[in-house]
């Protein structure tokens, strides 16, 4: 053997722990082919393990030790750090799906991807210890199948920016005593575990490499107590599973059909296997010499053969989706049986030849520098641990999480938010939590105020602050001290954009500029007015008369108003463009004559507040009382006679349009149609609606100045 001085700081040491026995691979990674430079084999003495569980650790761990010893022989100096795989017959797998959405788009990050990741796994968490029956299951890994971003596939989130993004994922997971065995077992064979992996995550590594991995393709490691099952589609691992079948199984029905014990039934399911031998020869528990032709010891096999190759077929067809894979990849010494391929094949429906086993053909970036030796499908996944090394390094640590002592199994990506959820701190504890928010309405449409954001949660690592990314190691002491929750949503009226638009009215033939008013649940409310939750607020469209002048600061007192030429009250509504004129009365009176109703006109010419100052002249206020000694010249010629009128002049607002209605002395709703354009002959929906002051009408409807109608076409 070479020299591996140079390399010994990078051998690694794997060992698949089989039902039947221990196989040790020694090597390096070197340019991208592992080199193995030391092998060694070990079967159990005693049926120690059961369908890939161990039953017996102390005598597992005696054959684990017998094993380190050789390769420690053949290499000249002894080993310490061993990497492992778990057997698939108390494996579960979950596929979970997780997404977030990002307050702005955002460049997404391995950060971004890894927090997607672990909300993904806490939900496979969540679904399997929901179902668990109390029993305590480890993430062991977990396998991305596809990502989104924005709810369209990507192959790889990082660099792009993205408003949302979705992974779905498989989280594979293992009851404690599983691993906890596994462990002692190692351990008292003066060993420490380095890396932890699955064997059907193993054995994919190297069977099936990622430029195979686009093809739909299944990989069965049959060993002795289980088969392990892993499928891949479109560039992805997409499922795995296992079923408690596998090479034990042909072994026991030889020995209860010959009469013979376990280690000779297994010899003679190996001997019956190869195609050189015809006869196969050993003695029964009776001691009596026996010869039987190997065609024979397989037919005898062949029921157990049969349900062995269906159950599997049956498995890979429900791990996809009900339909058989395009090609089977079969590795592990338990495959080797005559006829297996074959009925796998047959039970999906596929050709034979796209069933095989593979050994020296997937092996094609190994290289072994080990004398005497021939590739072979035993050492698929033996190589495949090594090779996980790299890729993952997991050993179980223990942390204190405000001073609860927990157990964690470590994926060498271990960080503060792992721990904080193993021990089920609240997620919601963790990240900055919002007030309480505020819903209203702003003119029918319902609005919402987010409340403000509080504080993270403090997290302290050994005494020093931390975040909840920070990686964390061995006896590591986390105290978390929980998040707040921000102050609720607060708003004014003046806060609302719509409170900052305008309404524009013409006051005796000047344009004034008025803010809206706003009603708070039917009620007039200023701009300092703080909005409730479940507040109806109205922007009005409208002042009355009395609240227009009161904003102009002019007394009107003495005055008559007309709104749109009509008379009007202090009640009476000013929309949107509407006139608003000021006139003094016309008095009729024996008491004075002509010449004293002249005098008392001139004296009204300036029109002063009630105190006698004069009227202010900011917002149009003495250009409104120049058209008020107009409109009253004008009024005065008219000669018309008020009474005497055969008609009326009225005006409204049809869809925010004022419009006006003359010729008649009252009015009803139908007759909008004779003054406002509105197309009948060509329909652009099923149904007319007409509403008269926000409520539904009916088309005899009397109609009064200032009233506002809503009229359009509904599908």
Known sequence: MADLTAVKDELVFGLDIGTRSIVGVVGYLEHRMFHVVAMAQEEHETRSMLDGQIHDIYKVGDTIRRVKNELERQLGFSLKDVCIAAAGRVLKTVNATAEYTFDEETRVTQEHIYSLNLLAVEKAHQQINESSDGVRFYCVGNTPVNYKLNSFDISNLEGHKAEKIGVELIATFLPEEVVDGLYEAVEYAGLRVASLTLEPIAAMN????????????????????????????????????????????????????????????????????????????????????????????????????????KATADKIIELNGGRPVNAVFVVGGGGKMAGYTDKVASYLGIMAERVAVRGEEVLISTVFDVDNFKKDSLYVTPVGICTNYYTQKNSFVFVTVNKDRIKMYDNNRLTVVDAVMQVGYPNEKLFPRRGAELNFKVNGRTRLVRGNAGEGAVVLLNKKPASLNSRIEQNDVIDITESTVGEAARMTIGQLEEFKSTVAFMVNDKKVICPRFAYVNNELKSEYYEIQNGDDILMADFYTVEQLFKFLDLDISGFDVYVN??????????????????????????????????????????????????????????EINKGTDKNRSDAAGSGADKDAEQSREIFVLINHQPVKFTGKKSYVLVDLFDFYKFDLKNPKGKNIVLNLNGAKADYMAPVKDGDVIDLYWED
């Open 206 to 309: 190297v069977a099936i490499p990622e430029q195979y991995r686009l093809l739909n393709i299944g990989l069965i490691d049959v060993g002795a107590g289980t088969s392990d099952i892993c499928l891949t589609k479109d560039g992805s691992v997409i499922a795995y599973g296992m079923i408690p079948l596998a090479g034990d199984e042909i072994t026991e029905i030889i020995a209860k059909t010959y009469l013979v014990d376990f280690n000779t039934a297994e010899k003679i399911k190996l001997d019956a296997s190869s195609k050189k031998k015809k006869l196969v020869s050993f003695k029964d528990i009776m001691g009596i010499p026996q010869k039987i032709p190997a065609e024979e010891i397989r037919r005898a096999a062949e029921p157990v053969l049969d349900k062995m190759a």
């Open 565 to 622: 030429n009509e008379p009007a009250g202090l009640e009476t509504r000013v929309y949107e463009n509407f006139t608003v004129r000021t006139e003094e009365p016309q008095y009729i009176s024996s008491e004075y004559d002509e010449e004293d109703d002249r005098d008392f006109s001139a004296e009204k010419q300036g029109v002063s507040n009630q105190d006698g100052s004069a009227l202010r002249t900011d917002s149009g206020a003495s």
